[in-house]
């Protein structure tokens, strides 16, 4: 029988709540993907290292987290190459994940990823973490929409959104969940850099392969 995995993915950070998160995660023995934006990676390399020993992965979330399908190619490439230096600087590899802000891509941030040896990921569970979101009311979006191959979309940057893992974790494992990073979703298929991944069980519904 296959496992039933889910990909939990924290953007924005790493912030204030991060190191909390990361308590969490290590205590529950789950593996998470983080989407960090390069000026607060810039800011706390050592959450970076962090990540990276307990088991977690790092994706590219931008510099500075513009809407990059309005930008030129000249700035989308920039933007990811500037956050890239500082991830490799921090642990000594170079992410191959990148989550656009907003989810926002076009042909350019697919050319731009492609060229980069960048896959794209999106989400297909979204938890509506915003600011002020309530724990509680956050758990219960991630736990009822959560299937399996769901990518999850969360911010370590919010508090409410950390506060409610504790929540997320125990009642997904009860329904025999297993916590993965995305790539994992995907196993031996692997990614390609520049195709849009949403989901580990409906990959290429929407998507050509390009
Ligand atoms: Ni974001």
Known sequence: KRTKCVALTFDDGPGPYTGRLLDLLADAKARA????????????PGLLRRMSAEGHLIGNHSWSHRDLSKQPTSRIADSFERT?????????????LARPPYGAVDEDVRDVAREMGLALVGWDVNTRDQPGAKASEIAKRAVEKAHPGAII????????????VPDILKELRGK?????????LYGSAGMRAGRLYES???QSRKQPLT
């Open 33 to 44: 993907t983080f989407f960090t934006v390069g000026t607060s990676a810039a800011a706390q």
């Open 84 to 96: 890239k230096d500082i991830v490799r600087a921090a642990i000594g590899q170079e992410p191959t």
């Open 153 to 164: 979309l969360l911010h370590d940057i919010n508090r409410g959104s950390v506060d409610a």
């Open 176 to 184: 025999g969940y297993t916590f993965v990073t995305v790539p994992e």
């Open 200 to 202: 580990g069980s409906l």
